[in-house]
């Protein structure tokens, strides 16, 4: 099998376009074989393979590049508050809504750690009461 792609490479593409239009003609999977083999090997030097990759890659790294710079910016807008809906009533009344739930989670917070303060006060206070309650031990008992 070598040694048939070393011939056919030796005479060039037009003996690899013969061969596939040779096995179209015999047996169409055989052309299809023949084909798929030489798109997927680069022997037509075009697709992906070949010449024609590097402007494949270039292409789609630059078009991908440009997607992915819109998308963090628009992500970056959302998160800074900055997205608009595009009705300036909504906008303020989202942004005010915004503000206010903020705040009531800054004091929701502020009421937890006083709540935990006095549980902990709480604890310690009936610790103490529990170990001043308790009944000295005996210095001669064993």
């Known amino acids: 099998m070598a040694q048939v792609v070393q011939t056919l490479d030796d005479f060039g593409k037009p003996a690899w376009i013969a061969a596939m239009v040779l096995g179209f003609v015999l047996f169409w999977p055989v052309g299809l074989t023949i084909l798929a083999y030489m798109l997927?090997?680069?022997?037509?030097?075009?697709?992906?393979h070949g010449?024609?990759?590097g402007r494949?890659?270039?292409r789609f790294a630059e078009r991908?590049?440009?997607a992915r710079s819109r998308v963090e910016d628009e992500m970056r807008n959302f998160a800074r508050g900055a997205y608009s809906s595009g009705n300036k009533a909504f906008?303020?009344?989202?942004?005010?809504t915004l503000k206010r739930l903020?705040?009531?989670e800054r004091e929701f917070r502020?009421?937890?750690?006083?709540?935990?303060?006095?549980k902990d006060k709480s604890e310690f206070d009936q610790f103490m009461s529990e170990r001043r309650d308790r009944p000295a031990p005996s210095e001669g008992a064993v």
């Not at 906008?91 to 005010?96: N, P, S, V």
């Not at 502020?110 to 006095?118: D, G, K, V, W, Y």
Request: hydrophobic content about 30%.
């Open 40 to 48: 997927w090997s680069g022997r037509m030097n075009c697709g992906w």
């Open 51 to 53: 010449g024609g990759r």
């Open 56 to 58: 494949w890659e270039s």
């Open 64 to 66: 991908f590049g440009r």
């Open 91 to 96: 906008d303020d009344y989202r942004e005010a």
């Open 102 to 104: 903020e705040e009531e």
């Open 110 to 118: 502020s009421f937890l750690e006083r709540l935990r303060q006095a």
